[in-house]
């Protein structure tokens, strides 16, 4: 059984950086794509970054691209958000996902497995 579990998150002033971390557990995921994706108040999930496992492949909303820089880490089996130059409109929970197939989706119905979700909250 997959198990994602997120942590990092926390409050940060505009300009600001924060770290995500996510351990990923229950399964070889040599095939997978590794997921972040927020969800800011009344508003849906939307995908920030991907990562394919294999070979570090990197994806991005057009949002975050060149602020926020996903990696993932073989041996301890992490994937990582490094988010800077944070802005207000950053804040959300966010959430670390799995999917077991190795093309990039930026759906959520597309991912089978799913963390807890961290906050985020970017102060102007």
């Known amino acids: 059984q997959v198990q994602l579990v997120e942590s990092g998150g926390g409050l940060v002033q505009a300009g600001g950086s924060l770290r995500l971390s996510c351990?990923?557990?229950?399964?070889?995921?040599?095939?997978y794509i590794m997921g972040?994706?927020?969800q800011a108040p009344g508003k849906e999930r939307e995908f920030v970054?991907?990562?394919?496992w294999s070979?570090?492949?990197?994806?991005?909303?057009?949002?975050?691209k060149g602020r926020f820089a996903i990696s993932r880490d073989k041996d301890k089996n992490t994937v990582s958000l490094q988010m800077n130059s944070l802005k207000p409109e950053d804040t959300a929970v966010y959430y670390c996902a799995a999917r077991g197939f190795p093309v990039l989706a930026?759906?959520?119905a597309a991912y089978d497995h799913w963390g807890q979700g961290t906050q985020v909250t970017?102060?102007?």
């Open 55 to 64: 070979d570090g492949r990197t994806y991005y909303a057009d949002s975050v």
């Open 106 to 108: 930026v759906d959520t």
């Open 49 to 52: 970054a991907g990562i394919r």
């Open 122 to 124: 970017v102060s102007s």
């Open 23 to 31: 351990a990923a557990s229950g399964r070889t995921f040599s095939r």
């Open 36 to 38: 972040w994706f927020r």
